[in-house]
């Protein structure tokens, strides 16, 4: 098994910043692809960034530009660098990872963007 555990929301004004962390515990070996995922209320959940174990980055075209997903593995720890945030990023951030055939999620942390 693999915990989870996010950390870092909070309200924000439009236009600024902030970072959200994540950190990995428990069967943590062979962990692949880290990143998070977010759901805003009465939507589905939805990809914000993926990042592998080699570095290789994917993000959500409604994020490109603005955020910036990192990850260290010594550490097991990913990160979400949020920048130029808009009252239609608010939503409850949920770290996310993947192990072989099994998949994990945090908690979730809420990030409030007001107008």
């Known amino acids: 098994q693999v915990q989870l555990v996010e950390s870092g929301g909070g309200l924000v004004q439009g236009g600024g910043s902030l970072s959200l962390s994540c950190a990995a515990s428990?069967?943590?070996?062979?962990?692949?692809?880290m990143g998070w995922y977010r759901q805003a209320p009465g939507k589905q959940r939805e990809l914000v960034a993926t990042?592998?174990?080699?570095?290789?980055?994917t993000y959500a075209d409604s994020v490109k530009g603005r955020f910036t997903i990192s990850r260290d593995n010594a550490r097991n720890t990913v990160s979400l660098q949020m920048n130029s945030l808009k009252p239609e990023d608010t939503a409850v951030y949920y770290c996310?990872?993947?192990?072989?055939?099994?998949?994990?999620w945090g908690k979730g942390t809420l990030v409030t963007v007001s107008s």
């Open positions: 990042i592998t174990i080699s570095g290789t980055t």
């Open positions: 428990g069967s943590i070996f062979n962990i692949n692809t």
């Open positions: 996310h990872a993947i192990r072989g055939f099994s998949t994990y």
